[in-house]
């Protein structure tokens, strides 16, 4: 079965820091660009993060360049995002997704991501 599952959101204060995992199975990880996106409340989902297949190259969201770091671990099968000193504002759920292509791009609507997860939710407190 082809999937993303993602773990490791929770409740943290402001200031803090969590690292989500997303874990993928039923197809060739290492063929994929992977993301990360997030849909705040009352907010369109947005990217956060794309790594190539290499993990090679990477790009982020300007609301979290300097604070989260994207990685991949391609004989674990795994895509993490370190998420540190976290704000009220990155509160959301955070999704991760797979597109068949060797890197990704800044704007995050190419490549086409068509392997989605249910999603873990972050809430930070203030």
């Known amino acids: 079965q082809v999937q993303v599952v993602e773990s490791g959101g929770g409740l943290v204060q402001a200031g803090g820091s969590l690292r989500l995992s997303c874990s993928a199975s039923?197809?060739?990880?290492?063929?994929?660009?992977m993301g990360w996106f997030r849909q705040r409340p009352g907010k369109k989902r947005e990217g956060v993060s794309c790594?190539?297949?290499?993990?090679?190259?990477?790009y982020y969201a300007d609301s979290v360049q300097g604070r989260f770091t994207i990685s991949r671990d391609n004989a674990k099968k795994t895509l993490y995002l370190q998420m540190n000193s976290v704000k009220p504002e990155d509160t959301a759920t955070y999704s991760c997704?797979?597109?068949?292509?060797?890197?990704?791009?800044?704007?995050?609507?190419?490549?086409?991501?068509?392997?989605w997860g249910q999603g873990t939710q972050v809430t930070v407190s203030s």
């Open positions: 039923g197809f060739a990880f290492d063929d994929y660009a």
């Open positions: 997704a797979a597109a068949r292509a060797e890197v990704c791009s800044s704007d995050f609507d190419r490549p086409e991501y068509n392997i």
């Open positions: 790594i190539s297949w290499s993990g090679g190259s990477t």
